[in-house]
């Protein structure tokens, strides 16, 4: 098969400069693309044809081979030299070299917002509100402040000093986008006049010097409902900030952080709560009052010989769930206190127990002895392993 000449076919001579190089296989590739000629099976050769010869000729190294061994020296069937690699693979790079200057511009121009008078949801905003234990579970209504960018009052967001009105562009006429022709390439860029807004404002709003919109603190009450949890989002719909001609305001996400309490840990809808006893009443039992978190006091009945880390539950004491009917409880775990700070008579008191608890073979402290066991099988094992 005989190949056209790669000069010839993009019409250049062989002393053709990278520029006029450039300038020719574009011309050719905007007459016969594709997506100008579907269907045509001519054209389409004729691309190809463009594309490969563009391809060889435009690598320095690859053309020095075509001039000296013409399609021998550039074959890449034949192996000949310098194939290396992709030479026939992509259509994106040589293509992204000579379109992308015109793409780029007309991409970013479209996918950056152009659209003259398109209307833009304002962001989301998150507020961070931290809240007492209290407060997240039996519920609160707290006023916040927040910056967000508000519709300027003063031009009620046209960015035009009051009295005067922005004016239509005259480049786009008001459409933010102007259409540039090249070749047969119709490209839509955003309006460098007006910068894509399609509106010239001459006597901007000297409050919000001409973007209609302004920082402005608000000032919201916010009802949290009770029952949240660290982590919890109340959404506050169109609090966000305002939107752009005229679009809709975004939304306001009030993000829930819960403090730490003094004596209440929160789990799920369980409250979870610490209660020292002097080791006496661990001992004999007795009644202890319990605050809850509403302020409230509740009795618990500790029985005698109650162990430390001995939970106790009290019903329907804990969080009342946000999403369900449930009420979590409230969980109190015992610890026994050893007594300090004791007087001559206590001593003797407990020196006296104390030797009371070796008489009469019965045992006074169950995990004590449990450990002593363990611990003499687990020495025997070893011995009895050394063997
Ligand atoms: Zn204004
Ligand atoms: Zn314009």
Redesign the pocket.
């Known amino acids: 098969m005989s190949k056209r000449d790669y000069y010839e076919v993009l019409g250049v001579q062989k002393n053709v400069s990278e520029d006029d190089l450039k300038k020719a296989f574009r011309r050719l590739a905007m007459k016969h693309h594709p997506d100008r000629n579907p269907d045509n099976a001519e054209s389409e050769a004729k691309f190809k044809e463009a594309k490969e010869a563009y391809e060889i000729l435009n690598d320095p190294q690859k053309r020095a081979a075509y001039d000296q061994f013409g399609h021998a020296g550039v074959d890449q069937s034949g192996g000949g030299f310098g194939g290396g690699g992709g030479g026939q693979g992509g259509f994106g790079d040589v293509f992204e070299d000579i379109f992308g200057d015109i793409f780029g511009g007309g991409r970013g121009g479209r996918g950056g917002g152009g659209g ?1 008078n398109r209307a833009y949801r304002g962001s989301d905003l998150q507020y961070n509100l931290e809240l007492t234990l209290e407060e997240a579970v039996f519920g609160s209504t707290t006023d916040i402040r927040v910056p967000s960018m508000q519709t300027c009052d003063t031009c009620s967001g046209s960015g035009a000093k009051p009295g005067t009105h922005p004016q239509t ?10 259409r540039i022709q090249q070749g047969f390439f119709a490209i839509q860029q955003t ?10 404002i001459s006597d901007p709003c000297n409050d919000c010097h001409g973007q209609g919109r302004k920082e402005k603190q608000k000032t919201l009450s916010v009802r949290i409902p009770a029952g949240v949890d660290n982590g919890d989002r109340v959404r506050l719909a169109g609090e966000g900030e305002a939107g752009v001609n005229g679009g809709p305001a975004g939304d306001l996400y009030v993000q829930v952080f819960v403090k730490p309490h003094a004596l209440f840990q929160r789990e799920g809808d369980n409250l979870h709560c610490e209660v020292p006893i002097r080791f006496s009443t661990a001992a004999l039992g007795g009644d202890f009052e319990v605050p809850t978190l509403d302020g409230n006091k509740m009795n618990l009945k500790v029985p005698a010989e109650t162990q430390t880390g001995k939970q106790f539950r009290l019903r329907g004491k804990g969080v009342k769930s946000v999403r369900s009917s449930s009420v979590g409880d409230l969980i109190c775990r015992v610890v026994v206190e050893t007594p300090v700070n004791l007087t001559k008579r206590q001593r003797e008191l407990l020196e006296e127990l104390d030797a009371s608890m070796h008489e009469g073979g019965k045992k006074h402290s169950p995990q004590e002895h449990g450990w002593t066991d363990k611990a003499k099988s687990f020495f025997k094992d070893l011995f009895e392993g050394d063997k």
């Open positions: 003259a562009c005259p480049t786009c006429h008001g459409n933010g986008q102007v309006c460098p006049h007006c910068h894509g807004k399609g509106k010239i």
